[in-house]
């Protein structure tokens, strides 16, 4: 009586690991992305209760534009840091999935 091996495709034919490397290159990353984008709407959440409380304590008209300004120029900075920190994190993506997979070596019989 013959026997079956339970696995006989082992090793994996080439090209098997491929999707599963790059779905876990992709998860890296997506948790990467969430990780910076939370961090970065806290930050974005504080300043702007910060600039409420300072709004409700300003006196004039020229002190309410001077705040509303600098909170301005504060948002875009951080909207340019998490942008150009996403792009860099796509480009990598992108460089990751585009790379060829690694030969698989070929069992000894």
Known sequence: MTTRDAHP????PAGFGSPWRRLGVAGRIAQTLGI????????????LAATARA???SRGPAEILA???AYLQRAG???AARSAMTAD???GLA???LR????NPTPAH
């Open 36 to 47: 910076e984008w939370g961090d970065s709407t806290k930050q974005g959440l504080d300043d």
């Open 100 to 103: 060829p997979p690694a030969p």
């Open 55 to 57: 709004l409700a304590a």
């Open 9 to 12: 495709s082992y090793p994996y």
């Open 67 to 69: 705040i509303q300004c």
């Open 89 to 91: 994190q796509i480009a």
């Open 95 to 97: 460089a990751d999935l």
């Open 77 to 79: 900075e951080r909207w």
